[in-house]
């Protein structure tokens, strides 16, 4: 399979180059030339394959030649060995039709950990191959750096850098990044937001030559065409569990950089009877407003009870738009081209885009009361990210007849504080493994939000 770029003027490359690459060399995103899709009877055939099983049939299509099909199923056995539910993503009914997919059970305790514990792998396996030393590059705001710090930190050929927005991260979430203390692991606190973290890995993608040695940058962000692969999966996992391909399934999604929910629209593409896709945001509502109001002007970012949402620029946004726009990369390179000036979607493609997606916003009074309110329905916990798309999936779901599926994104023990402010005495445990954390040495760099301090910083930790 190939893949080429959203903005059309990239060669197009291979998988495992398309792995081992960030932003395409025109500044757009890879995408696979063309999807692979399952028939009803395929998809039927796929009901009751354990997680694993599941993930090389999803996954293999999109991988030709470039891995064995021994080397794929390893690379997923070891993925996955480290996720603490035997299930990997279990089901959790919690009202009439309305169930909790818990991503969650992985090493880092959020949905991050299905495709960075895959990614880690697969950047091992690669590398070894080509014997090739990299250096990885990647924001975060909080959960994806400690999935991509876990995945990669016993990468003999990787030196793994994560930009979080200093303070703006909660402790739980810091401490897991910042106390991996191995020679390999840099972790840095940017005076800045998420958007300037991503901003600031992405001028690093465009010119590398601060890097010594001729060493190349690696992208663990959902840039990476690997992690939304990856992200797949679970759609049909939940709802080959909940009926499919017989039964129409929706889901609904805390979005931030669209990443998730774009898997989610993949797996419909690929064949999955998915009718809702919910969009459900914080107060940091641009994908909403998109598609209700065609208002996609950046605001000041809110800082908010689920941080990991506090995200204005969604890089994944322009896989979408290149779909809508029949897949014409000079459409999509002229639409983003003036940032500076806010995106105005014409009429039939928004139309489009709301065939496809509901959405919802979700301030952080109503997250509160959700956490609220269903721990006393059904004793359920809920982390702040997840009860967005459990309050969103309430308000927009179109039947009760169909399941719907919110996505669980984060085990709550991350967000203490917003929990407490739901449950004030409620005791939430760290699991057993990370009982210590409060404990343990930390180590980052503080930093402004400045590129060549950034790049200085870069380039003596890897002399
Ligand atoms: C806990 C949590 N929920 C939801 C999201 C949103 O996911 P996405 O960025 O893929 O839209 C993120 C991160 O972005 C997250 O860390
Ligand atoms: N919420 C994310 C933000 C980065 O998104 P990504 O999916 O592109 O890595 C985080 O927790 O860091």
Known sequence: MKFISTRGRAPSLSFADTVLTGLASDGGLYVPESLPKFSCEEIAEMAGLDYRELAFRIIQPFVGDDLSDDELRGIIERAYSSFRHSAIAPLVQTDSNEWILELFHGPTLAFKDFALQFLGQLFDHLLKKRDE???????????????????????????????HPHNRVSEVQRRQMT???SDNVFNIALEGNFDDCQNMVKASFADQSFL???????????????????????????????????????????????????AGYLARQMGLP??????????????????????HSPKPLVHSLSPSMDIM????????????????????????????APMQLDEAILGKARELFSSYRVDDTRTVETIRELHEQAEYLLDP???IGVEAARRVRKSTEQPMVCLSTAHPAKFPEAV?????????????????????????????NDLQQVHDFMATALK
């Open 212 to 262: 010594p040695d001729g060493r190349r940058l690696v992208a663990v962000n959902s840039i990476n065409w690997a992690r939304i692969m990856a992200q797949i999966v679970y759609y049909f996992y939940a709802a080959l569990r909940l009926g499919a391909p017989q039964k129409t399934v929706n889901f609904s999604v805390p979005t931030g950089n669209f990443g998730d929910i774009f």
């Open 179 to 181: 106390t991996v203390l």
């Open 420 to 448: 407490a402010r739901a449950l004030p005495t409620h005791e939430i445990p760290l699991p057993a493994y990370m009982q210590d954390l409060f404990q343990r040495e930390e180590r980052m760099k503080v930093l402004p």
């Open 313 to 340: 620029v969604s890089s994944n946004f322009e896989r979408l738009l290149f779909d809508l726009y029949g897949r014409d990369g000079n459409a999509v390179a002229e639409l983003l081209a003036d940032r500076s």
């Open 274 to 295: 998915i009718d809702q896709l919910v969009i459900a945001t914080n107060a940091n509502d641009i994908l909403h407003r998109c598609i209700s109001d065609n208002d």
């Open 133 to 163: 030393r990299v250096v990885v590059m990647g924001a975060t705001s909080g959960d994806t750096g400690s999935a991509a710090i876990e995945g990669c930190r016993h990468c003999d050929n990787i030196d793994i850098f994560i930009l």
């Open 385 to 387: 990210h997840t009860a």
